[in-house]
């Protein structure tokens, strides 16, 4: 079994950034893929950003120039730098990850239990 758990979620001004933490723990062989997606009520789930294991990164364009992901492979965690933050960016941010366990070959997707982002003056 592998667990998620994110950090840094809260309450910042518009303009204003934050960074969100993502560490992965329990049965885990290899992470290839590693991201975070948001979600607001009322509208579809979006995926923010991927990261791979090789350092190949993807944006959705809502966010590129001002949102950076990063990954500390021997940590098993992803991180997410949001600058110049706008109330759109208001959601709730949920970390997954492509896992390999130990032992297995199968790659599943787990999900973290998501951290509220509110951007609001």
């Known amino acids: 079994q592998v667990q998620l758990v994110e950090s840094g979620g809260g309450l910042v001004q518009p303009g204003g950034s934050l960074r969100l933490s993502c560490a992965a723990s329990?049965?885990?062989?290899?992470?290839?893929?590693m991201g975070w997606d948001r979600h607001t009520s009322g509208k579809e789930r979006e995926l923010v950003a991927t990261a791979t294991s090789g350092g190949s990164t993807n944006y959705a364009g809502s966010v590129k120039g001002r949102f950076t992901i990063s990954r500390d492979n021997a940590k098993n965690t992803v991180y997410l730098q949001m600058n110049s933050l706008k109330p759109e960016d208001t959601a709730v941010y949920y970390c997954?990850?492509?896992?390999?366990?130990?032992?297995?070959?199968?790659?599943?997707?787990?999900w973290g239990q998501g951290t509220q982002v509110t951007v609001s003056s």
């Open positions: 329990g049965s885990i062989g290899r992470i290839s893929a």
């Open positions: 997954n990850a492509a896992v390999r366990g130990l032992g297995s070959n199968w790659v599943l997707d787990y």
